[in-house]
């Protein structure tokens, strides 16, 4: 499949997938999410993943992007509650990108 499928996030990791590419059937919320802090430790210890980007998504949650040197990276998104679900992960994230965009390029 694809090189996000890692060990541990395997699961989470296609069905984040899943729900992008239509290719597969999606599994249930509870199989994409943690707790914050243990999905936050997990993408730091067992990928060097930290977190780049968050933004609010209305009053209930917030999105986070996380990502390492090596390019890997997983968009999470966070309830009031502290219960964070993976969206999607990938590789090829690029930090250049985003600072010439800062720089009005």
């Known amino acids: 499949m694809m090189k996000a499928m890692r060990n541990g996030l395997g699961l989470m990791a296609l069905a984040a997938v899943a729900l992008f590419n239509g290719t597969e059937q999606a599994t249930t919320q509870s199989d994409v999410c943690a707790p914050r ?18 933004g609010l ?8 992007v996380f990502a390492s040197e090596q390019g890997s990276w997983t ?8 219960t964070s679900c993976i969206v999607a992960a990938g590789e090829g994230w690029d930090d250049n990108f ?5 720089q009005g390029v």
């Open 57 to 64: 998504l209305g009053e209930q949650a917030v999105m986070e």
């Open 75 to 82: 968009i999470l998104t966070t309830d009031i509650h502290g």
């Open 37 to 54: 802090d243990d999905l936050v430790a997990q993408l730091g210890s067992q990928y060097n993943e930290d977190q780049k980007a968050v």
């Open 98 to 102: 985003a600072t010439l965009a800062g």
